[in-house]
């Protein structure tokens, strides 16, 4: 069965600091993972995907993660935070299909970013 | 680009009561997924359909039902209506069942 832990329900940040959301997972085949945010009562909006491939996702938004395997982590980065990123953030995984792909959400992590 | 349509967007029904939540899919993508999120929890997976058949199923109440139509869009069907089944309802849609793009949402109120 596939899980996600994303580690700190809260994360505040300064303008201009760095974003990082941390997000673990298991899983039983080689997952796929996302980044989803969400703004307030809107839906979710994909920020970037692994698949296969390069370990280092770029997405939308300035937002970059880095698919570890030996650590079983997805962390969401971004340089420089901005105000516009305050927003829920959910990781999720995915495994590989066969009737299995449905999206097994972390807890989500609320990001402030502090003017 | 085309999105996800779900209607109605808002919804407010009494205990007991029916509700009818409809997905319309991006054009071409096969593959549609119900969530339902909580009040401050995260999306839970219901259940989804690949080519009008059922791939997978969650943790949907046997109070639910869905189906997918000829023309891939789907509907959720909800009876006898729980106050606990206040919630917002994500449909998503897949072209190739890797990657899901989710549609606005159905915010469901029962009173």
């Known amino acids: 069965a596939q899980s996600v832990t994303q580690l700190g329900s809260h994360v505040s940040v300064s303008e201009g600091a760095l974003v990082l959301l941390r997000c673990n997972y298991s899983?039983?085949?080689?997952?796929?993972l996302f980044w989803y945010v969400q703004y307030p009562n809107q839906g979710l909006q994909l920020l970037l995907k692994?698949?296969?491939?390069?370990?280092l996702v770029k997405g939308i938004n300035g937002f970059e993660a880095e698919f570890k395997k030996s650590e079983t982590s997805f962390h969401l980065t971004k340089p420089s935070a901005h105000m516009s990123d305050a927003a829920e953030y959910f990781c999720?995984?995915?495994?590989?299909?066969?009737?299995?792909?449905?999206?097994?959400f972390g807890t989500g992590t609320r990001l402030t970013i502090i003017p | 680009a085309a999105g996800v349509i779900q209607s109605p967007r808002h919804l407010i029904k009494e205990k007991r009561e029916t509700a009818t939540l409809k997905c319309y899919p991006i054009?071409?993508?096969?593959?549609v997924y119900w969530y339902q999120q909580g009040p401050g929890q995260d999306p839970q997976f219901l259940i989804s359909?690949?080519?009008?058949?059922?791939?997978d199923k969650g943790s949907i109440p046997d109070r639910f039902s869905a189906q997918q139509f000829s023309d891939y869009h789907s509907e959720l069907n909800m009876s006898s209506l729980e106050l606990g089944d206040s919630a917002l309802y994500f449909c998503?849609?897949?072209?190739?069942?890797?990657?899901?793009?989710f549609g606005p949402g159905t915010r469901l109120t029962v009173l």
């Open positions: 054009p071409r993508h096969d593959t």
């Open positions: 999720a995984v995915s495994e590989d299909g066969f009737g299995n792909e449905k999206l097994t």
């Open positions: 899983s039983s085949v080689p997952p796929y």
């Open positions: 998503a849609s897949s072209p190739n069942r890797r990657e899901q793009f």
């Open positions: 692994y698949t296969t491939g390069a370990t």
């Open positions: 359909f690949y080519e009008k058949m059922q791939s």
